[in-house]
Protein backbone atom coordinates (compact mmCIF):
# COMPACT_ATOMS: atom_id res chain seq x y z
CA UNK A 1 0.00 0.00 0.00
CA UNK A 2 1.17 3.49 -0.62
CA UNK A 3 0.76 6.72 1.05
CA UNK A 4 -2.52 7.43 -0.97
CA UNK A 5 -4.00 4.12 0.08
CA UNK A 6 -3.34 4.44 3.49
CA UNK A 7 -5.01 7.95 3.74
CA UNK A 8 -7.53 6.45 1.50
CA UNK A 9 -8.26 3.88 4.40
CA UNK A 10 -7.75 6.94 6.85
CA UNK A 11 -10.58 8.82 5.43
CA UNK A 12 -12.73 5.39 5.71
CA UNK A 13 -12.43 4.96 9.59
CA UNK A 14 -13.11 8.71 9.46
CA UNK A 15 -16.44 8.14 8.33
CA UNK A 16 -16.90 5.77 10.88
CA UNK A 17 -15.65 7.87 13.51
CA UNK A 18 -17.60 11.01 12.94
CA UNK A 19 -20.88 8.56 12.88
CA UNK A 20 -19.71 7.19 16.68
CA UNK A 21 -18.58 10.47 18.03
CA UNK A 22 -22.03 11.92 17.38
CA UNK A 23 -24.22 8.41 18.77
CA UNK A 24 -21.66 9.03 21.87
CA UNK A 25 -22.15 12.83 21.92
CA UNK A 26 -26.11 11.93 21.57
CA UNK A 27 -26.02 9.85 24.30
CA UNK A 28 -24.74 12.56 26.83
CA UNK A 29 -27.46 14.33 25.61
CA UNK A 30 -29.72 12.16 26.23
CA UNK A 31 -27.88 11.72 30.15
CA UNK A 32 -28.19 15.13 30.38
CA UNK A 33 -32.07 15.51 30.35
CA UNK A 34 -32.36 12.17 32.03
CA UNK A 35 -30.67 14.16 34.97
CA UNK A 36 -32.26 17.78 34.62
CA UNK A 37 -36.03 15.57 35.22
CA UNK A 38 -34.97 13.70 37.75
CA UNK A 39 -33.02 13.75 41.42
CA UNK A 40 -30.51 11.99 40.20
CA UNK A 41 -27.17 13.41 41.17
CA UNK A 42 -26.15 16.00 38.27
CA UNK A 43 -22.06 15.77 39.05
CA UNK A 44 -20.65 12.45 39.34
CA UNK A 45 -17.03 12.63 39.46
CA UNK A 46 -15.80 9.16 39.35
CA UNK A 47 -17.44 8.72 36.02
CA UNK A 48 -14.83 10.15 33.51
CA UNK A 49 -12.42 7.91 35.71
CA UNK A 50 -14.27 4.60 35.02
CA UNK A 51 -14.35 5.92 31.17
CA UNK A 52 -10.42 6.40 31.07
CA UNK A 53 -10.23 3.09 32.86
CA UNK A 54 -12.53 1.54 30.52
CA UNK A 55 -10.70 2.83 27.24
CA UNK A 56 -7.32 2.39 28.19
CA UNK A 57 -8.53 -1.78 29.54
CA UNK A 58 -9.90 -1.87 26.04
CA UNK A 59 -7.02 -0.47 24.42
CA UNK A 60 -4.37 -2.64 21.95
CA UNK A 61 -2.24 -0.42 20.56
CA UNK A 62 -0.36 0.89 19.17
CA UNK A 63 -1.62 4.41 20.90
CA UNK A 64 -0.28 4.24 24.41
CA UNK A 65 -2.88 4.82 27.21
CA UNK A 66 -1.27 8.08 27.49
CA UNK A 67 -1.92 9.13 24.16
CA UNK A 68 -5.65 7.47 24.11
CA UNK A 69 -6.13 9.87 27.67
CA UNK A 70 -5.08 12.39 25.88
CA UNK A 71 -8.13 12.01 22.98
CA UNK A 72 -10.53 11.40 25.88
CA UNK A 73 -10.20 14.17 28.08
CA UNK A 74 -10.68 16.73 24.92
CA UNK A 75 -13.55 14.28 23.48
CA UNK A 76 -15.01 14.07 27.22
CA UNK A 77 -14.88 18.04 27.66
CA UNK A 78 -16.73 18.52 24.05
CA UNK A 79 -19.79 16.21 25.15
CA UNK A 80 -20.14 17.61 28.85
CA UNK A 81 -20.07 21.13 27.14
CA UNK A 82 -22.66 20.52 24.50
CA UNK A 83 -24.69 18.95 27.54
CA UNK A 84 -24.35 21.44 29.54
CA UNK A 85 -25.43 23.86 26.81
CA UNK A 86 -28.40 21.49 26.31
CA UNK A 87 -29.36 21.39 29.44
CA UNK A 88 -28.40 25.29 29.85
CA UNK A 89 -31.99 26.57 28.45
CA UNK A 90 -34.95 24.88 29.94
CA UNK A 91 -32.71 25.43 33.29
CA UNK A 92 -33.12 29.15 32.44
CA UNK A 93 -37.05 28.41 31.61
CA UNK A 94 -37.33 27.01 35.24
CA UNK A 95 -36.90 30.50 36.42
CA UNK A 96 -33.67 30.01 37.84
CA UNK A 97 -32.19 33.16 38.73
CA UNK A 98 -28.54 32.09 39.07
CA UNK A 99 -25.79 31.45 36.52
CA UNK A 100 -26.01 28.08 34.68
CA UNK A 101 -22.68 26.92 35.84
CA UNK A 102 -22.96 23.21 38.05
CA UNK A 103 -20.91 20.94 36.71
CA UNK A 104 -21.92 17.89 34.48
CA UNK A 105 -20.49 14.80 32.65
CA UNK A 106 -21.69 11.82 30.93
CA UNK B 1 -33.60 4.42 29.16
CA UNK B 2 -32.58 5.12 32.10
CA UNK B 3 -28.80 6.85 32.68
CA UNK B 4 -27.09 3.38 33.46
CA UNK B 5 -28.55 2.16 30.25
CA UNK B 6 -27.02 5.24 28.17
CA UNK B 7 -23.69 4.99 30.10
CA UNK B 8 -23.70 0.91 29.43
CA UNK B 9 -24.47 2.78 25.12
CA UNK B 10 -21.56 4.77 25.59
CA UNK B 11 -19.23 1.94 26.89
CA UNK B 12 -20.08 -0.13 23.96
CA UNK B 13 -19.67 2.83 21.84
CA UNK B 14 -16.06 3.39 23.31
CA UNK B 15 -15.08 -0.10 22.41
CA UNK B 16 -15.46 0.35 18.96
CA UNK B 17 -14.11 4.40 19.39
CA UNK B 18 -10.79 2.82 20.81
CA UNK B 19 -10.27 0.27 17.82
CA UNK B 20 -10.60 2.59 15.11
CA UNK B 21 -8.75 5.17 17.21
CA UNK B 22 -5.79 2.44 17.39
CA UNK B 23 -6.60 1.28 13.40
CA UNK B 24 -5.97 5.22 12.68
CA UNK B 25 -3.00 5.65 14.59
CA UNK B 26 -1.65 2.56 12.79
CA UNK B 27 -2.36 3.66 9.10
CA UNK B 28 -0.35 7.18 10.29
CA UNK B 29 2.60 5.13 11.64
CA UNK B 30 2.46 3.34 8.38
CA UNK B 31 2.62 6.46 6.45
CA UNK B 32 5.56 7.95 8.84
CA UNK B 33 7.57 4.64 7.51
CA UNK B 34 6.55 4.63 3.91
CA UNK B 35 7.62 8.60 3.94
CA UNK B 36 10.79 7.95 5.63
CA UNK B 37 11.63 5.14 3.19
CA UNK B 38 10.91 7.24 -0.45
CA UNK B 39 11.09 10.96 -1.65
CA UNK B 40 7.84 12.04 -1.08
CA UNK B 41 7.75 15.23 1.11
CA UNK B 42 7.58 14.43 4.76
CA UNK B 43 5.61 17.73 5.67
CA UNK B 44 2.50 18.32 3.71
CA UNK B 45 0.21 21.37 5.11
CA UNK B 46 -2.83 20.83 3.25
CA UNK B 47 -3.12 17.33 4.41
CA UNK B 48 -4.79 18.19 7.82
CA UNK B 49 -6.91 21.10 6.38
CA UNK B 50 -8.53 17.99 4.15
CA UNK B 51 -8.94 15.59 6.90
CA UNK B 52 -11.11 18.57 8.73
CA UNK B 53 -13.01 19.75 5.82
CA UNK B 54 -14.14 16.06 5.50
CA UNK B 55 -15.11 15.10 9.02
CA UNK B 56 -17.25 18.34 8.58
CA UNK B 57 -18.35 17.21 5.62
CA UNK B 58 -19.58 14.02 7.01
CA UNK B 59 -21.08 15.81 10.01
CA UNK B 60 -24.53 15.42 11.12
CA UNK B 61 -24.48 16.45 14.40
CA UNK B 62 -25.66 16.32 17.02
CA UNK B 63 -21.99 17.23 17.24
CA UNK B 64 -21.09 20.91 15.89
CA UNK B 65 -18.20 21.27 13.00
CA UNK B 66 -16.45 23.37 15.65
CA UNK B 67 -17.10 20.27 18.31
CA UNK B 68 -15.67 18.21 15.99
CA UNK B 69 -12.96 19.90 14.61
CA UNK B 70 -11.77 20.30 18.76
CA UNK B 71 -11.87 16.51 18.80
CA UNK B 72 -9.80 15.56 15.62
CA UNK B 73 -7.82 18.50 16.37
CA UNK B 74 -6.52 16.78 19.66
CA UNK B 75 -6.19 13.19 17.55
CA UNK B 76 -4.41 14.47 15.49
CA UNK B 77 -1.71 15.99 16.89
CA UNK B 78 -1.39 12.58 19.16
CA UNK B 79 -1.26 10.66 15.61
CA UNK B 80 1.47 13.43 14.50
CA UNK B 81 3.16 12.68 17.94
CA UNK B 82 3.35 8.87 17.27
CA UNK B 83 4.43 9.33 13.78
CA UNK B 84 7.38 11.76 15.02
CA UNK B 85 8.42 8.89 17.61
CA UNK B 86 8.11 5.91 15.06
CA UNK B 87 10.30 7.56 13.00
CA UNK B 88 12.82 8.69 15.22
CA UNK B 89 15.27 6.14 15.98
CA UNK B 90 15.54 5.20 12.41
CA UNK B 91 16.67 8.37 11.34
CA UNK B 92 19.11 8.51 14.59
CA UNK B 93 20.62 5.20 13.73
CA UNK B 94 20.83 6.56 10.15
CA UNK B 95 24.03 8.83 11.45
CA UNK B 96 21.96 11.85 11.22
CA UNK B 97 23.85 14.43 13.59
CA UNK B 98 20.49 16.78 14.04
CA UNK B 99 18.25 17.06 16.60
CA UNK B 100 15.39 14.82 14.79
CA UNK B 101 12.54 17.72 14.22
CA UNK B 102 11.02 17.61 11.03
CA UNK B 103 6.96 18.45 10.35
CA UNK B 104 5.27 14.88 9.68
CA UNK B 105 1.47 15.12 9.28
CA UNK B 106 -0.71 11.98 8.36
Known amino acids: MDIADWRKRID ?30 VYEPDRERIILENVCRLN ?3 LSDADLKRVYERMIDV ?12 AKAAGE ?10
Open 60 to 62: RGP
Open 12 to 41: ELDQKLVELLNQRAQCAVEIGRLKRNTNLP
Open 97 to 106: GTEFDVEVND
Open 79 to 90: MRTIQKLDMQPQ
